[in-house]
């Protein structure tokens, strides 16, 4: 899940490219609504989708990295305050490492300290296709956008760095980030040398970062209390690239096999009923939301075959998939 302040800028964004956004956020299983407020969670595959639509709706290849030059790291919530009232950037870096997940559990991000050369590099869970484009460039001109912010607009990192293939036109690359940008990488990350992690930020504030460290704790605890949602999660991040499997869950939480199991088993549930509701609940909204035919919502949900499928989602539901669309004014 992501907060929907993930889209700060969106609709302003999509309708001064002259389009309409309200459709493609329903396209995209999003509630226009909700996008008057920030802290509500949406699915990360919404989002991602919305961006994509966004983008092929504009003809703009890059809208991601185009919004992403509109938008504060205050979407981020209580995190984005926390960061940017730290006593420098290595602190900075380090909260945001570690409270991601309170805005977004579906990506990973970390610090790569290599003699004088610092690399943050930008991982989305489980994606590794084109879909993921969009999200990624967005992440990376907002963490960009960030330190400039945060330390001197003056600020370039050495090289931008990405996964994906060079477009035919790389100019907003080099406006955006005003330093090399390489393509077709091992990873994607920003370069900058180590010796600026040391540096104080313009907004530092100690109370302030204490009083709101505790709170992000606080906030954090909670999430990883909840187990059974963290499981979710992950599965709903993952099930769009291939079937999801206990190890691969276990191995995103930090946990073995058998430890998550243990635990799911504590609180009262198993990978597989977590599994099976993930599917329930992402089938019900492609059925809804979308004119995928039957064979294709249940290979996206990693169903052997369709009958499958419609025999889990008729024990649910009462109805089989075809039946349920018909009665929610499907054709």
Not at 51 to 66: I, P, Q, V
Not at 75 to 101: E, Q
Not at 144 to 167: G, K, M
Not at 212 to 226: F, G, N, P, S
């Amino acid at each position: 899940m992501i907060r929907v302040g993930s889209l700060e800028g969106y609709r302003n964004l999509v309708f001064e490219l002259g389009h309409d956004p309200v459709p493609l956020l329903v396209n995209a299983g999003i509630d226009p609504q909700v996008l008057d407020h920030p802290d509500r969670l949406i699915a990360t595959t919404s989002y991602r989708m919305a961006l994509n639509l966004a983008a092929r709706a504009t003809g703009e290849a890059h809208f991601g990295l185009m919004l992403s030059q509109r938008q504060t790291f205050e979407k981020l919530g209580a995190v984005g305050y926390l960061v940017r009232h730290a006593p420098n950037l290595s602190v900075s870096v380090d909260r945001l490492i570690r409270f991601f997940k309170t805005h977004d559990a579906g990506s990973m991000t970390r610090l790569e300290i290599s003699d004088d050369t610092a690399l943050w590099t930008h991982r989305l869970s489980g994606v590794c296709d084109e879909s993921a484009i969009q999200q990624t460039e967005l992440a990376m001109g907002l963490a960009c956008r960030f330190v400039r912010s945060a330390l001197a607009e003056q600020w370039n990192p050495e090289r931008a760095l990405f996964e994906h293939a060079a477009p035919r036109d790389t100019e907003i690359f080099r406006r955006a980030f005003r330093c090399t940008v390489e393509f077709d990488q091992a990873i994607t990350a920003l370069e900058f040398p180590a010796s600026d992690l040391t540096l104080p930020l313009r907004s530092s504030d100690a109370g302030l970062f204490a009083i709101l460290e505790r709170y992000v704790e606080q906030i954090d605890a909670h999430i990883t209390e909840d187990l059974p949602a963290r499981v979710r999660a992950a599965i709903q991040q993952n099930i769009e690239a291939g079937p999801v499997r206990l190890e691969q869950i276990a191995s995103l939480l930090e946990l073995s096999r058998h430890g998550l199991q243990g635990q799911l088993r504590s609180a009262g549930t198993s990978f597989q009923a977590q599994l099976d509701d993930v599917r329930f609940e992402l089938g019900r909204r492609y059925l809804r939301e979308t004119r995928l035919a039957v064979a294709e919502i249940a290979a996206i949900l990693g169903y052997a075959e369709p009958a499958v499928f419609t025999r889990a989602f008729a024990r649910r539901a009462g109805v089989t998939p075809r039946r349920w669309r018909q009665a929610q004014g499907g054709g």
